[in-house]
């Protein structure tokens, strides 16, 4: 597609259930980031794919994140039993080449009731 | 590890006036790319403007351009003629050849005030 496209663009979720957020990249784009942005904060890394290659999870902050990419192309952050501090906005990205930058999808707004 | 960091939560600018965002950053690397990034209300992060570390000239892109000081680590953000548009979020960020993911500072929130 001509975006990075996520969704749902917002989520309401009670504690303790799972929730999964989708991210589909610039078609040709190898690779693809997640990032969260907790209220009034910067970005945190969560987890980068880069082709058919082993992911990046060093950012992912619990076990209870985890995240697949299929066909090297649509991922799925899965957030498992949900907790409040997990509410914030998550960032798909994706890119050619990350020093060239990343086109950023519009997020998806996850608050945990 | 590389650290990104802008010291200004918040700025305002009148409108048509010149405002400048600061950004530190330390790396060890000797090739790197600095990157400032603007978020408006609508969540959506649009890139404004990249420089290349090798490059001594620095970046210009329309209204936007940078000050890029190597010896200083310092990669501050000039917007010119602001306009009310120009009002949000503005994250300055880096990338090395090594480190495959972008380092984000903390943002400034800019307001353009009428």
């Known amino acids: 597609g001509a975006g990075v496209s996520q969704s749902p663009s917002n989520k309401v979720t009670e504690k303790g259930k799972d929730v999964e957020l989708r991210c589909d990249p610039i078609s040709g784009h190898t690779a693809l980031y997640w990032y969260r942005q907790s209220l009034g904060q910067g970005l945190e890394f969560l987890i980068y794919f880069q082709g058919n290659s082993a992911p990046d999870k060093s950012g992912l902050p619990s076990d209870r994140f985890s995240a697949e990419r299929t066909g090297g192309s649509v991922s799925t952050l899965t957030i498992q039993r949900t907790q409040q501090e997990d509410s914030a906005v998550y960032l798909c990205a994706s890119s050619w080449d990350s020093n060239y930058g990343y086109t950023f999808g519009s997020g998806t707004r996850l608050t945990v009731v | 590890a590389q650290t990104v960091t802008q010291s200004q939560p918040e700025m305002s600018v009148q409108e048509a006036e010149t405002v400048t965002l600061s950004c530190t950053y330390d ?17 959506q992060m649009i890139l404004v403007i990249r420089q290349e570390a090798y490059k001594q000239q620095n970046a210009t892109e329309n209204r936007f351009s940078v000050n890029f000081q190597k010896a200083a680590k310092s990669f501050s953000l000039k917007i010119s003629d602001s306009q009310l548009g120009d009002t949000a979020m503005y ?3 880096s990338s090395t050849g090594s480190a495959r993911q972008l380092t984000f500072g903390s943002g400034t929130q800019l307001t353009v005030l009428p």
């Open chain 2, 27 to 43: 790396t060890s690397e000797s090739n790197y790319y600095l990157f400032w990034y603007k978020q408006p209300p609508s969540r």
């Open chain 2, 91 to 93: 994250f300055c960020a």
